[in-house]
């Protein structure tokens, strides 16, 4: 198994270790290896897209718990909102997982 393939791995399985911190130095240390480069860089972007998503769901629903007065929609709207982005972020969790373990199996 070569170097190349265990480092594009653990570029997805760091989700586990070191979300987007892996990855992102990779990228930055790789660009004389254009096929490490390029994973690590799809690797960060999939680790970073569940922490955005989070943040802006987070802030919403805080702007939305300020400017409105009915906390009904306001509790419904955080089930809502808190279901999704759960299940959204668990998906790309197993998705870093899934693409890492296909890396070191593929012959």
Known sequence: MSQNKIVDALSY????????IFPFIVWLVTS????????????????????VLT????????ITGLTTRDSQVTGIMFIVLAL???IIDFGMFVYNL??????????
Do not use: C, R, W
Request: net charge negative.
């Open 32 to 51: 004389n290896n254009q096929d490490m480069h390029e994973t690590a860089q799809k690797a960060f972007l999939l680790h970073l897209i569940p922490v």
């Open 13 to 20: 399985l760091s989700i586990i270790f070191a979300p987007f």
């Open 55 to 62: 943040i802006l769901t987070v802030m919403l629903l805080g």
């Open 84 to 86: 999704l982005v759960g």
């Open 98 to 107: 899934y693409l890492g373990i296909k890396i070191l199996i593929a012959d």
